[in-house]
């Protein structure tokens, strides 16, 4: 039995469970049964991590006997440069504060390390992160799960969360060799900060659906600008302290460690919008199972007629939303975004194949 397999089978018990009158003895029956389920998801679980963590392992990585680790941070022992790195790869100096893994923790799902084949993968939510979930899953643990099912959709979040192989699990020590060492690639995909916002609003707010997520504390929200405006007054009585909104419209430059590691490190910084870039990223990164995930997608998008069509609609939709006034507001809102990434006011029109236009 598959460990997706235990997941659905825990689930389907719980609700049998309360949903039907049991005896005492078919109480415990039920229980017994869930608790060995449990423990056979979590066994293969840490099978499963172990096997993934060697190309980690402590006996591979690099001595240092100049440095020290204490309190989450990495430097010297010499105290005029605590905190400090010296990156053979780019050459740069790098100071990491251990506020990264704060982030990281405030990240449902954080920076996906791939040990094996070297390689770091940074998804924001509303940012193609289902698509680069699932290809984890797929890549490290053979596990099917596609991004355009309904029926999948809703388990690649939550075991995404589980079983994937995450930054903020790593020691210090591996940590400093994944961001230092010349062999290791680094990769982070974000979006219009504008679409992203929208997106987030239409699929968690309207229809008043998950008013639960912060800061929104169950009130309703009448429209796109309401919600803008709850945000843009939670800017302003914090200071902009994202720390505690809901990830899914916090800034884009709260993820990634953008806040904490020099731009050089990273080898690809790419933007959903363009679409052949995005492609590239797979197959540069991950060679010919990029390749493959890349031709399976195009081929579901074409089978569904998908492509051109959301491109344009998503364009559209977006019109129809957002005024001139309101595009700058969030402008204003998602400055650090703006700046960062590059953009503009409103995001690029995409053609028909998926390139800018």
């Given at each position: 039995?598959?460990?997706?397999?235990?997941?659905?089978?825990?689930?389907?018990?719980?609700?049998?469970?309360?949903?039907?009158?049991?005896?005492?003895?078919?109480?415990?029956?039920?229980?017994?049964?869930?608790?060995?389920?449990?423990?056979?998801?979590?066994?293969?679980?840490?099978?499963?991590?172990?096997?993934?963590?060697?190309?980690?392992?402590?006996?591979?990585?690099?001595?240092?006997?100049?440095?020290?680790?204490?309190?989450?941070?990495?430097?010297?022992?010499?105290?005029?440069?605590?905190?400090?790195?010296?990156?053979?790869?780019?050459?740069?100096?790098?100071?990491?504060?251990?506020?990264?893994?704060?982030?990281?923790?405030?990240?449902?799902?954080?920076?996906?390390?791939?040990?094996?084949?070297?390689?770091?993968?940074?998804?924001?939510?509303?940012?193609?992160?289902?698509?680069?979930?699932?290809?984890a899953l797929r890549k490290?643990?053979?596990?099917?799960?596609?991004?355009?099912?309904?029926?999948?959709?809703?388990?690649?979040?939550?075991?995404?969360?589980?079983?994937?192989?995450?930054?903020?699990?790593?020691?210090?020590?591996?940590?400093?060799?994944?961001?230092?060492?010349?062999?290791?690639?680094?990769?982070?995909?974000?979006?219009?900060?504008?679409?992203?916002?929208?997106?987030?609003?239409?699929?968690?707010?309207?229809?008043?659906?998950?008013?639960?997520?912060?800061?929104?504390?169950?009130?309703?929200?009448?429209?796109?600008?309401?919600?803008?405006?709850?945000?843009?007054?939670?800017?302003?009585?914090?200071?902009?302290?994202?720390?505690?909104?809901?990830?899914?419209?916090?800034?884009?430059?709260?993820?990634?460690?953008?806040?904490?590691?020099?731009?050089?490190?990273?080898?690809?910084?790419?933007?959903?919008?363009?679409?052949?870039?995005?492609?590239?990223?797979?197959?540069?990164?991950?060679?010919?199972?990029?390749?493959?995930?890349?031709?399976?997608?195009?081929?579901?998008?074409?089978?569904?007629?998908?492509?051109?069509?959301?491109?344009?609609?998503?364009?559209?939709?977006?019109?129809?939303?957002?005024?001139?006034?309101?595009a700058k507001r969030i402008?204003?809102?998602?400055?650090?975004?703006?700046?960062?990434?590059?953009?503009?006011?409103?995001?690029?029109?995409?053609?028909?194949?998926?390139?800018?236009?």
């Amino acid at each position: 039995m598959s460990w997706v397999s235990l997941v659905r089978s825990r689930r389907m018990g719980i609700r049998l469970f309360m949903s039907s009158r049991l005896s005492w003895r078919q109480v415990l029956t039920v229980l017994f049964i869930l608790w060995c389920l449990a423990v056979a998801s979590t066994a293969f679980n840490i099978a499963s991590r172990s096997a993934l963590w060697g190309p980690l392992s402590s006996e591979q990585l690099p001595k240092r006997t100049d440095t020290t680790i204490g309190q989450g941070s990495i430097g010297p022992a010499t105290p005029s440069a605590a905190e400090r790195l010296v990156n053979g790869k780019h050459n740069i100096s790098l100071k990491l504060k251990p506020e990264w893994r704060v982030e990281q923790k405030l990240s449902y799902v954080g920076v996906i390390v791939f040990p094996k084949e070297k390689r770091l993968l940074c998804s924001i939510p509303k940012a193609a992160c289902t698509n680069l979930r699932a290809f984890a899953l797929r890549k490290q643990l053979n596990v099917e799960l596609n991004p355009t099912d309904a029926q999948n959709f809703s388990y690649i979040h939550p075991v995404s969360k589980r079983f994937l192989l995450q930054l903020g699990s790593l020691s210090d020590d591996q940590v400093h060799y994944a961001l230092t060492h010349p062999d290791w690639r680094y990769a982070a995909v974000v979006r219009h900060p504008l679409s992203r916002l929208l997106s987030a609003y239409l699929d968690k707010i309207v229809g008043q659906r998950e008013l639960w997520r912060r800061p929104l504390q169950r009130q309703p929200v009448t429209s796109f600008e309401h919600f803008v405006s709850i945000l843009e007054d939670v800017a302003r009585r914090y200071r902009k302290n994202w720390d505690w909104v809901d990830e899914h419209w916090r800034p884009q430059s709260g993820f990634c460690l953008f806040r904490f590691i020099p731009r050089q490190l990273y080898d690809y910084v790419v933007k959903v919008e363009n679409r052949s870039a995005l492609r590239q990223l797979f197959i540069d990164m991950f060679d010919e199972d990029g390749r493959r995930w890349v031709q399976d997608q195009d081929a579901r998008a074409a089978a569904h007629r998908q492509q051109a069509a959301h491109a344009r609609s998503a364009n559209a939709k977006l019109r129809a939303y957002v005024s001139e006034d309101l595009a700058k507001r969030i402008q204003r809102l998602y400055a650090e975004d703006y700046i960062n990434f590059g953009y503009d006011l409103w995001p690029d029109e995409v053609d028909a194949d998926g390139a800018l236009s």
